[in-house]
């Protein structure tokens, strides 16, 4: 080659620049890692090194480079390479390119004492010095990227957006500080969904990741990753619908500062594609400093056989920074060599073979000089801060139309955005404005399916004023008055129909379907479910959940003990109570009418006066044949034969009654005792006089069918033992079955609470809440409406319209 010559190496080349009419004395190598697949990068460096020994900007040195190459995806290769340079005696390593690929690759650099420079990566979490003690960044962070695109979106008043990363370092730390500002706005970021990385980029799999961006509504989509998946992600896009006329993406410095060869007009046109065309975002400069001039007009020159990416007019702002690191390695070598200062480099080892690794003992002092240079470069001025990132950050606002990129405003650090006033933005589609988010809720009328629940959803065929109540009218509850003011929000009509099973749903796995609202909302019979809807795992599974309406656990609910003053007669029913009184009167009737005609008989036969005692009279009978139920004792003994034997017969009934008596005294006392010592769900597990259960077309059944935490799990075996006369059908056959007593009842706390609250307050909760969940609107599943329900329903109660809802049911 004229002028130079190429030393290469194993795994590698070292390149060099020497003239034929001086001596240059040698100076230690410096090791750069680039990727196959950006070559252009490779070329920047390499001109860059010619460019620095032609001008002498090293004083009497030759710089040399030794330069490795692999695959972007390459890891641990590079780890390799970086320790073969090391081991050559190398005194600073530039490169890789990405923000994944340096953090792999400053293992070594910072086990070993050597200074890394990174043209490229712009993760924030690469200014942690503890973690990343030998990197100097040529390029700015994207800390200061997202501030930008801040101010970019709130230039076009774009206040509700999706996002895109690529699932890397790169793309997951690379908004952060944009989603904090974001929150601080409170801006609405509808979805971040990302996508992995591939060797080849038309492998890339966005397509479900494009879907769920499509069905929230946002017609704003940032996208934060490298150009080539860009180009893939968008050519996706536009087959579905979202890269024409109401969309806008707003892509970061990922994409612009590397888009030359995925983002220009394609070979032998002179448009670029339409779905590319709209895009915005910022980009750093390419060519602003100093040597930008002298550097562009090398660059063009250049054999692009040799030098791969050069001979264009221009050159890219990222592939220019591999640039701008070989003219800051040479400004810290010439402030070296005017310090008087010599570093010695030294062989280093990775220690493969066991052996204690030593660090470069000069390298804190090739460190120190790194940070310490201000020079000029090709990109702009070269100036580090504490942290060894760039300062004096700025960006291009660029536009992508049919003819290329054009510059459309411009963002720093210090003064924000400034807009051209004579350059348009247009947008995808050729459109000038986007709105923020699109719904068609406004132009639709949705079926709900509801089911009647005490306090939430009540149905009656009367309205307030006693008039017959048809269509919506007939419902009123918590969750009507809620759905009525979040279509008074969200601009949509409705019709309301309860669910023909009248169950909430369940899955019934042996005919493959759900029953009830689920059932409903997945066939499509139903928009959207409303009542007191527990959310469960299952349920979610197969549709969506809003955010709850209405918090909701699981309650155990018992009949409240009634303390009264006739508690003693509760052993009998009322009828054998009545029949034992009628039994008592007639056999006193009986003895008293036998007395009395016995006296008569002994009066005629013996011809005396009537005797005054009336002892034995017929009243006396009648009260005798009472006083025998409390067991007082004979006054006197009947005279007659039928008599005594009405008497020594009466005396056994009383016997057999007050002895069965007394013994339902005993279990009536017990049981009542049985009741007071239940106070927790496990308490039911050890006695046998209360049975429980609950409604078997309910989530609660379902969550006793599935848990394995005690004493649930017991409990749930226990009433799937005897199923049949322990779960019922209804919430209704529930408490009715309750208040006849001898039985608890598992249900949602919801429903419990509003029942034993109101008349005949005759229920009672027991213990403390479980499986704490909530109501919730169902919805089918992935449905665009979702998020548009969840602002609604956080708008309700920040604005109080559930504290009053809660007052008024």
């Not at 007019?313 to 990222?318: A, C, E, K, S």
């Not at 004579?422 to 399916?449: K, Q």
């Not at 029913?573 to 009545?578: E, G, I, K, Q, T």
Request: hydrophobic fraction near 40%; include cysteine.
């Amino acid at each position: 080659m004229a002028n130079g010559i190429f030393y290469w190496e194993e795994r590698g080349y070292r390149l060099s620049h020497t003239w034929d009419y001086i001596h240059l004395a040698a100076v230690p190598p410096c090791g750069a890692l680039s990727v196959s697949d950006f070559p252009a990068a490779s070329s920047a460096l390499r001109l860059a090194v010619e460019y620095v020994n032609e001008n002498r900007l090293v004083p009497n040195v030759t710089l040399e480079c030794i330069e490795n190459t692999t695959t972007s995806l390459a890891f641990l290769k590079m780890i390799q390479q970086e320790c073969y340079q090391a081991s050559q005696g190398i005194v600073a390593v530039i490169g890789p390119a990405s923000t994944s690929q340096v953090i792999a690759s400053s293992l070594v650099s910072s086990g070993l004492s050597l200074p890394q420079i990174a043209p490229e990566a712009t993760d924030p979490t690469l200014g942690n010095s503890q973690q990343f003690p030998q990197l100097i960044r040529i390029s700015w962070p994207d800390s200061v990227l997202s501030k930008a695109l801040i101010d970019l979106l709130e230039h076009f008043s774009w206040d509700q957006m999706s996002i895109l990363v690529s699932n890397d370092a790169f793309g997951t730390h690379g908004l952060a500080v944009f989603q904090l500002i974001a929150g601080q706005k409170k801006w609405v970021i509808h979805t971040m969904q990302s996508f992995d990385p591939t060797e080849n980029p038309e492998d890339i799999e966005m397509r479900s990741q494009l879907r769920v961006i499509k069905q929230t509504g946002a017609r704003i989509v940032v996208l934060h990753c490298l150009a080539r998946y860009a180009a893939e992600i968008l050519r996706e896009a536009s087959a579905m619908g979202m890269a024409g006329h109401g969309w806008a993406w707003v892509v970061s410095d990922g994409i612009t500062g590397h888009a030359h060869d995925a983002f220009k007009p394609t070979s032998g046109a002179a448009r670029v594609p339409g779905y590319l065309q709209g895009l915005v975002g910022p980009a750093p400069p390419a060519a602003r400093g100093r040597h930008s001039g002298a550097f562009l007009a090398k660059w063009r020159s250049a054999d692009p056989a040799v030098y791969p990416g050069a001979g264009e007019p221009d050159i890219g702002p990222y592939t220019a920074r591999w640039a701008d690191a070989v003219l800051a390695l040479a400004q810290a070598m010439r402030n070296l060599q005017e310090d008087g200062v010599t570093v010695t480099p030294q062989s280093l080892d990775c220690d493969y073979d066991g052996r204690q690794s030593q660090p470069w003992a000069d390298g804190p002092t090739m460190l120190h000089y790194l940070k310490q240079v201000q020079t000029d470069g090709v990109t702009g001025y070269i100036d580090f801060d504490s942290a060894a990132a760039r300062v004096n950050a700025e960006y291009n606002i660029l536009n992508l139309k049919s003819g290329g990129w054009q510059k459309v405003g411009m963002w720093n650090l210090s003064s924000g955005l400034h807009m051209s006033a004579d350059e348009d933005v247009t947008l995808m589609g050729g459109a000038t404005t986007v709105y923020p988010y699109v719904s068609d809720l406004s132009n639709r009328t949705l079926r709900v399916v509801t089911k009647a629940a005490p306090g939430f959803v009540m149905i009656a065929g009367v309205d307030k004023d006693g008039k017959n109540a048809t269509g919506n009218e007939r419902f009123q509850g918590f969750c009507v008055d809620l759905f009525s003011w979040l279509s008074s929000q969200l601009g949509f009509r409705y019709e309301y129909y309860h669910v023909a099973d009248g169950h909430y749903g369940v899955y019934n796995s042996e005919i493959g379907k759900w029953t009830g609202l689920v059932g409903d909302v997945l066939s499509g019979e139903a928009d959207i479910a409303v009542s007191a809807l527990s959310i469960t795992s299952e349920r979610q599974a197969v549709a969506d959940f809003t955010l709850p309406i209405h918090d909701n656990g699981i309650a155990l609910v018992m009949k409240k003990a009634q303390p009264s003053t006739w508690g003693f007669i509760s052993p009998f029913h009322a009828d054998l109570w009545a029949t034992i009184l009628v039994t008592a009167l007639a056999v006193g009737l009986f003895q008293g009418v036998a007395n009395l005609a016995t006296r008569n008989i002994r009066v005629q036969e013996s011809g005396a006066p009537e005797d005054e005692d009336k002892t034995t009279g017929f009243w006396e009978a009648v009260w005798q044949s009472f006083t025998t139920l409390v067991q007082l004792g004979p006054e006197f003994l009947p005279s007659s034969l039928a008599g005594r034997v009405s008497a020594f017969f009466w005396g056994i009934g009383v016997l057999v009654a007050i002895s069965t008596y007394t013994a339902n005294l005993a279990a009536f006392l017990t049981v009542r005792n049985v009741d007071n010592s239940i106070s927790s769900a496990g308490d039911l597990l050890t006695q046998r006089e209360i049975s429980f259960g609950a409604n078997r077309n309910s989530a609660v059944w379902t969550s006793f069918l599935t848990t394995t935490t005690e004493p649930y799990r017991s409990l749930g075996i226990a009433m799937l033992a005897n199923k049949e006369a322990v779960l019922v059908d209804t919430d209704q056959e529930a408490f009715d079955k309750v208040r006849q007593g001898k039985y608890a009842l598992f249900g949602d706390s919801a429903l419990m609470d509003y029942e034993v609250s109101h008349e005949p307050c005759d229920l009672q909760t027991i213990g403390r809440l479980f499986w704490q969940t909530g109501y919730g609107l169902l919805l089918p599943k992935n449905s665009k409406y979702t998020t548009e329900f969840n602002k609604a329903i956080v708008a309700a109660k920040e604005q109080g319209i559930y504290d009053k809802l809660e007052t008024k049911w």
